[in-house]
């Protein structure tokens, strides 16, 4: 409606002016991230209030169904939506979108979920706006707007980044909401932001969305519309509640509220709990017991039949599990394996997954349990504690069995040693004689194709490519991991990595129903009878271009003579946790005579045209051997063990006298001898005496293991800075600064809220130098230190051994700053996430003060801007 003013003079008319009745507003209400997909069901109630609880009653521009249905776009009265720009992603996309009601199936619930899609825009500036929609009014009012983003889970890796990571609405006269941050709520359940809108007919609302450049488009799921609360329901002021957030169930809530003028009912939802007696100048109500579970609270105002809300969410707290824990990881078929946890009260159920074991039972009041059980097949082990009938935590332990064939047993799967493969002071999870992976022999994808390098057979046996397989690897390191270079000498480390490299099959591609077939990539006949220790290199493909992570193969399985076999030994991890781009190691220990064959098999899973393994390489079998036995003595009816004992390990002394399991089960999983588990080392020699066994015949072992790592350094960031400097020794513009990532880099600082990163908010620079020192770090009294901390790589990658930006870790006299070792250099390239970086100190950085610094240098070309180098959670342990 318009409003039309005459302006008379004597009886005539002079002028005649149009002015709107609604100057143009907007106002940002808040983001639902609760509702996720439930943005159509009406039992679910809406935060910032819904007059149906139905998004979208109005009107509404969404991506759900095939692009240019009708179905997807539903004109409001009052209002024209048009799509400015964007492609369209939704139906034929499943995989890569999240999902929502369908539109078309509104109701109280549940209303079934369809792709939620989204239209997006190449974009690959960091902080660009991209026009999505318009709002056109075709006559005055007001309404309430709807933003659809974080449509797009992380499938390929960091699509996750494409939705927009912030949301501004602007108007006519220059009226801006603003741009509303929505990062800290993308994990690709849909969020909804919201705003309240006024105009007058003509008037063009226009919906932006801002890009932060982890992926290359800017993207949104949609808009909708819906009408506001009646303007002649009473203000609800203020609603609050204390506490909003609770521990034990039934705890006491109280509710305070302003609402201005007279109510004729005043009702506080769920319960239907009349509070108007209650409703004085500051009115407040206690609810006593309150909820057992995450609850929201609406308060209903009425008066004259119209009736407006405010809404509040109390959230109740998951327990905390402090610690959950496997005695041991590595087992035999139907081996014992005892799990203990710490959980902090109060807690209503405990549960052991798989199995559905109740395990309250075996918990104690303080919530510290245990309990044994059976292990047959491998399995990440979750503890669920529960309180109240929804809120849960969840902490998982990962038990390997060995799988075994005749002459075949796997032993494990390494993602601890990364790219260190060939480094001698990096210690190898299942135990290696020199902790140098190949010692014995290699077929590798890392020198160009055809080099001698990539090959060098065992003495015992003959190492083939299977037919069929390409190469790749030189000349396409922007898309293959990297490990140490096997031309290098062999060193403590750091070794200088070098492209890792594949062999690759073509098997089909997407929809080819290759999914799970079995691809052969290297045959190993053996020339004499042998023993040995097989690796299988995967996990060996960065995500460049995208989707290429699922070229490595997802399960590795090796076959021999007469129907043996290892089994598939699944290569991914619980929820793929392991393709992560850092090289992985398949191990078995393989035992056969001369003229056998055994043949290396890797499996596809479809997402990507091919089936790759980066190679194969040979050790002695069996790992490390314990320490050294230097004398045995009978006397007085005790048993005297003497043996080789070092700095920094521990031991467990294991027996067995049951000579099937002496021969069936491996020593290291004998049983624990009258509890001399855990000693502690005395260097040169341990002794330990014990009373002589009952038995006729018993066998014991003394088994080593490094002494659980103690902190002596750590540190979040998250108080300050601390003690830490920094430098800048070339050019201007880039510096470590601590703080939050915005922009570029990491979503956010491993530990929130502050990380150090090398222009926490920026690309870095050209031509620059900067270091970042620690405080004093006192090693002194230590044989063995590890530096562990946290990293995320944006820095541009090398061409072959040709590095332009890099990173370096060192460790520093702490008197005269001088380098005592490089722990690490040549950090180049990119990552899609916060990586763990675990180095030995080098033995040079050890017995004195130390601190430990980050340099960063780039050359004096900006070819490639990049975001840097990002740091969290340093922490020096010891041994």
Known sequence: MMKVARLLLYGTVLLVLSCPLIASTITEVGIDDLSNDAWRTSEVVKPFGDLDNIYGSDGYFIAQYPEGDARNLSQPSYATIGLIQGAYEGAGAESHQSAFDDVLAAGPGPVVDLVAGDYWVDNTVAGAEDDFFSITLTED?????????DCTPPNPPALLYESSTGIRITGPGGVDSGLVDVLPYRNADVDYVLFDISGAAGDVFTVWGANNSGWEANALGGVFLDPLSNPEAPEIVSFEVDPVEISVPGTALTFRWEVEGGVDSLRLQPGDVDVLDFNQEAGSFTLDPGPDETTVYT????????????????????????????????????????????????????????????????????????????????????????????????????????????????????????????????????????????????????????????????????????????????????HQSA????????????IPDLVCGDYWLNVGGPGSGTTGELSDFFTITLTEEASFRLGVITDCTPDNPSGLLYESAVGVQVVGPDGTESGVVDALGANEEWRNADVDYVLFDISG????????????????????????????????EG???????????????????????????????????????????????????????????????????????????????????????????????????????????TLWELGSPTGVGPVSAHSAPNCFGTNIGDVTGANIVILLTSPVIDLTAVGSATLNFYQFLDIEPPSGQQFFDWGTVSVLDADDGSVLAVVQTNIAGTSTDWEKFTRKIPEAGLGQPVRIQFQFESDEVDFLPAAGWYVDDVEVTVP
């Open 141 to 149: 009012g007001s309404f309430r707007l709807g933003v659809i983003t």
């Open 299 to 478: 308060l209903e105002a009425t008066r004259g039949g119209e009736t407006n809300t405010a809404t509040m969410r109390v959230i109740m707290l998951p327990p905390e599990i402090a610690s959950f824990s496997a005695d041991r990881t590595l087992v035999s078929p139907g081996t014992e394996v005892t799990f203990s946890w710490e959980v902090t009260p109060p807690f209503t159920s405990l549960t052991l997954q798989p199995g559905d074991l109740d395990v309250l039972g075996s918990t104690d009041a303080a919530g510290s349990g245990s309990v044994t059980i059976r292990a047959e097949s491998s399995a990440t082990y979750q503890l669920i504690a529960t309180i109240g009938p929804t809120a849960s935590s969840i902490a998982g332990e990962l038990v390997q069995v060995r799988q075994t064939g005749q002459g075949i047993t796997v032993i494990g799967i390494d993602v601890e040693t990364n790219d260190a493969w060939r480094t001698s002071d990096v210690e190898k999870p299942f135990g290696d004689d020199d902790n140098v992976y190949g010692t014995d022999g290699y077929f590798i994808a890392q020198a160009a194709e055809g080099d001698f390098l990539n090959s060098t057979a065992p003495s015992y046996a003959t190492v083939e490519l299977a037919g069929g397989l390409s190469y790749e690897g030189q000349g396409a390191e922007n």
């Open 627 to 733: 320490p050294a036995i230097t004398e045995v003595s009978l006397a007085e009816e005790l048993l005297t063990i003497k043996w080789e004992s070092k700095g920094g390990m521990r031991y467990n002394l294991r027996s067995e006298a049951d000579p099937a399991l002496i021969a069936s089960v491996h020593p290291s999983e004998w049983p624990i001898w009258e509890g001399n588990l855990d000693v502690g080392a005395t260097p040169p020699e341990n002794t330990l005496s014990i009373p002589l066994p009952v038995d006729s015949s018993r066998l014991f072992v003394v088994e080593e293991f490094p002494a659980p790592p103690e902190a002596v350094y750590v540190e979040d960031f998250d108080d300050g800075p601390g003690a830490w400097s920094t430098t800048s020794i070339g050019d201007l513009g």
């Open 483 to 494: 490990f140490d270079d096997v031309a290098q000498p062999l060193l403590p480390g750091p």
């Open 593 to 624: 005579s001369a003229g056998d064959v055994f043949t290396v098999k890797g499996v596809h899973d479809e997402r990507w045209e091919a089936n790759a393994l980066g190679g194969v390489f040979f050790d002695p079998s069996g790992g490390a």
